[in-house]
C-alpha cells in the first residue's frame, strides 16, 4: 500500500491529492492514509500538507531504494525484482546468496553504502554513500568459458547509461574499468556459480562513482565531471533498461554486434600495453578484441597475443 500511494503522488506529478482523493482510491480511512503518509516521510520522501489542498510529494530520500527505481521501469526480466538494502558487505556476496537460493533470473541488490566492497583480483571497493553499488543475478544458457562476454556487455551499459544519464561519453579500459578522461569511474566484477560446461548463474556486480567522493588521482565521478549532483536513479534505471537490451542482443545474436560496439568505445584499442597474464608478462599495442572478448596485443616481433584475463597496464 506504501508503494501504491507512493506511486499515486509520482503519477500526479506536481498536483495535490486530496486525503479523500486517497481514501476513495485505496477504500482505506482518513487515519489509515495519515499512516501510510507518515510511513513513507519516515523513510525519507518530503511529503508537504496544505490545508483544503491536501498531499504533495515535493521530495525523494537521499538514497537509492527499490520502489523509486521500479516506478514505471521498462524492462522484462532485469530490475523486476529489486532488494536495496541501506548497507551490506558486498551486493555481490548478497546476490550470490540469493542466488544460490533460487532467486529469479534479473534480480537486482543494491546498497547505498558497502563495508567490504570486492574489486578484481582481490581489491578493495571504496564503498561511501554517493555511490551506485548493485549486482544483478542472471542464469544464461551459456558456457564458463563465455564470463568475459558479460563483463563487455555489462561495461557497455555502464557507458551507454552514463551518455543517456549525463551527456558524458566514457569509454571502456579492456576488460572492466570504465574510465572518463583517463580516469575510472566505474568498475564491473562478474562472478559466476558454473559445472565444468554450464553455468549455474552470474552475478555482475557494478560500481559507479556518481556524488561519491574519490581520489582525484586515478578516478572521477560523474559529479566531479560535470559539476553537478547526478539523479542516481535515472542513471541506475537507464542501466538497468540497456543491460536488459544487451543481454537479450548476447542472447539471441551472440557476441558479434557487442563487439563492434565495444570497440568503438574501446579506451585500450591503440594503446601499448604491458599484461600480466598466469604469470607471464607480454608488452606491445592493443590492436583488436577478438569474437570470444579477448583483448589482442600486436607485440614488438610482430605476434598476436590473445589476452583472456589479466591486468592491463597501460605503458
Ligand atoms: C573493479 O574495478 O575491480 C570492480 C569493482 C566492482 C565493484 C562493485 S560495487 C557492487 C558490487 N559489489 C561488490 O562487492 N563489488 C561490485
Excluded at 521500479?70 to 524492462?75: A, D, N, R, S
Excluded at 542472471?138 to 556487455?153: A, G, M, S, Y
Aim: charged share 30%; glycine share 8%.
Amino acid at each position: 500500500m506504501d508503494t501504491e500511494i507512493l506511486y499515486l503522488f509520482k503519477d500526479v506529478g506536481d498536483k495535490y491529492l486530496s486525503g479523500e482523493d486517497i481514501c476513495k482510491k485505496f477504500n482505506i480511512s482518513r487515519s489509515a492514509v495519515w499512516k501510510h503518509i507518515e510511513k513513507l516521510r519516515k523513510t525519507g520522501y518530503n511529503i508537504s500538507a496544505v490545508p483544503h489542498l491536501g498531499y504533495k510529494l515535493v521530495g525523494l530520500p537521499d538514497n537509492l531504494l527499490a520502489d523509486d527505481i521500479k516506478y514505471k521501469l521498462k524492462t522484462k526480466i532485469i530490475g523486476k525484482n529489486i532488494v536495496s538494502f541501506l548497507h551490506v558487505e558486498s551486493t555481490n556476496d548478497t546476490a550470490y546468496s540469493m542466488a544460490e537460493k533460487n532467486a529469479k533470473e534479473g534480480t537486482v541488490v543494491i546498497a547505498q553504502k558497502q563495508s567490504k566492497g570486492k574489486g578484481r583480483l582481490g581489491r578493495k571497493w571504496l564503498s561511501d554513500k554517493g555511490g551506485i553499488y548493485l549486482s544483478c543475478i542472471l542464469r544464461p544458457d551459456k558456457r564458463p568459458d563465455q564470463v568475459q562476454e558479460f563483463t563487455l556487455f555489462t561495461a557497455l551499459s555502464v557507458v551507454d547509461a552514463i551518455k543517456q544519464t549525463t551527456g558524458v561519453q566514457a569509454d571502456i579500459k579492456w576488460p572492466n574499468d570504465i574510465f572518463i578522461d583517463g580516469k575510472k569511474v566505474c568498475g564491473v566484477l562478474t562472478e559466476m556459480k558454473a559445472q565444468p560446461d554450464k553455468i549455474d548463474f552470474i552475478v555482475v556486480g557494478i560500481g559507479i562513482n556518481v556524488n561519491n567522493d574519490v581520489h582525484l588521482d586515478t578516478s572521477v565521478s560523474l559529479k566531479g565531471k560535470t559539476g553537478k549532483k547526478i539523479c542516481a536513479i535515472d542513471l541506475t534505471r537507464n542501466l538497468l533498461c540497456n543491460i536488459e537490451r544487451e543481454y537479450e542482443i548476447f542472447t539471441k545474436k551472440g557476441f558479434k554486434d557487442i563487439r563492434e560496439k565495444i570497440k568503438k568505445v574501446s579506451y585500450t584499442i591503440g594503446k601499448h600495453v604491458q599484461v600480466d597474464m598466469y604469470g607471464k608478462t607480454y608488452k606491445g599495442k592493443a590492436v583488436d578484441i577478438d569474437p570470444q572478448g579477448a583483448l589482442v596485443i600486436k607485440m614488438k616481433n610482430g605476434k598476436r597475443q590473445k589476452v583472456i584475463s589479466g591486468d592491463v597496464h597501460l605503458s
